[in-house]
């Protein structure tokens, strides 16, 4: 990337929020509110804004009702709103489509929405609005109980520009990193980070622009157990994808879940703090399979073959939904 990167003038603190496509919007509700433990903030007509017990914001994933499932645009959060107007004169130079979207979702400030050089929609914004901390509010606390969205996972054909774009343009520090043999050593998949932990993106090498799914942390390892039961007692057994099992990037404990919808979604707990963007990150070979799956089952293959649509914008700065994509993932890229 050329001069006057944008990490020397924007402070991006950490992922803010992740917006799912839903053609149910209240069934969607009931499933993430009653069945996984998310907490309704506010509604409109077109989208239920949740937070998880730990978040301070007004929301942090989104359902937006839509005619196909998939992923709307994910969101991060910078330090000051200042900050906004150089981040759009630098995506202006680069010749990003980029526009001023605040008006567009309910407690949000003034937000710079863009689609980057990977394809996907994102929003960047310093202020939003501030709601009631619910940790120790344990009598509003149900089903998983998420303590916060830690992360999305997305797909692009070429994962070292990815790489590339959020370390040496977006200031992301990479924990850990998936490569091939020297001397290309191309970066096949990255977890990228502002905030102290692992990741709060991963960028892989697939058929794109898609997303792979959303994390999110829960407490602690019985959690996760206490997941499965409940939504096998929902019935919704079929709908737990992979896992439990433990991956050996990131150490965390998981397991992979598709809503209503088809949207795919982890619960993650066990991951370490990272905090240093500058550090070294622990390098994987690209044929070692202990990246995936330190212990349990293999993924099923539609683990690797299936990921969720986004949207793009179109030529009035508007955003269209590009069609659901069916795609082959080699199993030696995914975490």
């Known amino acids: 990337m050329s001069a006057g990167r944008i990490k020397d003038i924007a402070n991006i603190q950490k992922l803010g929020h992740v917006e799912f496509r839903t053609t149910d919007l209240e069934r969607a509700r009931d499933f993430y509110v009653n069945l996984i433990g ?39 959060v910078v330090a000051q709103d200042a900050e906004l107007d150089r981040m759009k004169s630098r995506f202006e130079q680069l010749g990003l489509p980029t526009r001023w979207a605040g008006n567009d979702m309910l407690g949000q400030g003034r937000t710079l929405r863009v689609q980057d050089p990977l394809g996907f929609i994102v929003d960047y914004y310093a202020e939003i609005e501030s709601v009631p901390w619910l940790v120790q509010h344990y009598h509003l606390h149900r089903g998983a109980s998420p303590t916060r969205i830690d992360h999305v996972n997305v797909l692009t054909p070429d994962a070292q520009a990815g790489y590339d774009w959020y370390t040496q343009e977006m200031g992301f520090g990479c924990a850990e990193l998936t490569e091939g043999d020297a001397p290309e050593k191309r970066v096949w998949a990255s977890w990228l980070f502002r905030k102290s932990t692992v990741h709060d993106i991963a960028v892989m090498t697939g058929a794109g622009p898609a997303a792979h799914h959303v994390g999110f942390s829960l407490g602690d390892p019985l959690s996760i157990i206490k997941a499965c039961d409940l939504l096998a007692g929902a019935g919704y ?98 975490d």
Not at 49 to 55: A, G, Q, V
Not at 56 to 67: C, N, P, S
Not at 250 to 260: E, T
Request: hydrophobic fraction near 35%.
């Open 38 to 76: 998310l907490h309704e903030t506010a509604r409109d007509d077109n989208r239920v804004y949740l937070r998880c017990t730990e978040d301070k914001q007004h929301h942090t994933f989104v359902l937006r009702k839509a005619d196909s499932a998939g992923v709307g645009h994910i969101g991060f």
């Open 237 to 334: 057994a079929d709908s737990l994808e992979r896992g439990p099992a433990r991956h050996g990037i990131s150490n965390a404990l998981f397991v992979y879940v598709r809503d209503p919808d088809g949207n795919r979604f982890e619960l993650y707990t066990g991951d370490y703090l990272t905090g240093n963007t500058a550090a070294e990150p622990i390098r994987w070979h690209l044929n070692n399979p202990v990246r995936q799956t330190l212990w349990g089952a293999p993924p099923p293959r539609r683990w690797f073959e299936e990921a969720m649509s986004v949207e793009e914008f179109d030529g009035h700065g508007m955003k269209k939904t590009k069609p659901p994509l069916m795609q082959s993932v080699p199993s030696y890229v995914l």
